[in-house]
């Protein structure tokens, strides 16, 4: 095992007990951020740093000065995580900021339809409408269901007690006939 020292103290042995301190120090929300190996490391070089009153010491003493430094370098990775712009509590995922910036984009301008827009739109209902009402009751059910009111096919042949195949059946049918009865409405 390598060691540091400072004089001849073998600081690589106090590694062990100041891990385990700094593990139960660190508050668990934090765990994850915080770098323990690099606390720990920090703590063993400022013992190497303070050389000769740090070789005086005894053993008591020595633990309980590299216990404050811990605890201290602990306080000091503690509060550069929970500080104002880097608080763990205050975090959050990008999927939810990018819901929000969606949710915050306003609606586009609803569409101005001019007085003529809307007499043509009329007219294609009003057409719409009675070539609708010219197809077989179950051919203007399906697509009523289905294109109208946005079903799926499943629930349309649910609905309507027939099989998905035959509402496709139905749907095809209904929409080839609707396609040339209103091709028929046109003005020449």
Known sequence: MEELNAGNLPLAGYRAYL??????????????????????????????????PFEELDE??????????????????VRKQTCQKRDAAQEVSLDVLW?????????PPAEQTSPSQ???????????????ERLPAPQ??????????GLTVAVVAERMGRTRLAIVGLLHRGLS????LLEASLPA
Not at 62 to 72: E, G, K
Not at 140 to 149: C, D, G, Y
């Open 60 to 77: 008591p003493r020595r633990l309980a000065w590299l216990r404050t430094v811990l605890n201290n370098n602990i306080a000091d990775e």
């Open 140 to 149: 203007r059910q399906a697509i009523t269901l289905h294109h109208v009111e």
């Open 19 to 52: 891990v385990r301190l700094a593990s139960g120090a660190v508050p668990t929300a934090l765990q994850a951020r915080v770098d323990l190996s690099g606390v720990v490391q920090q703590t063993l070089l400022e013992a190497c740093g303070a050389g000769t």
């Open 118 to 132: 809307a007499a043509v739109r009329n007219e294609e209902a009003a057409r719409l409408s009675t070539a609708l």
């Open 177 to 180: 006939q609707l396609r040339l």
């Open 99 to 107: 819901e929000d910036s969606i949710a915050a984009v306003p609606p």
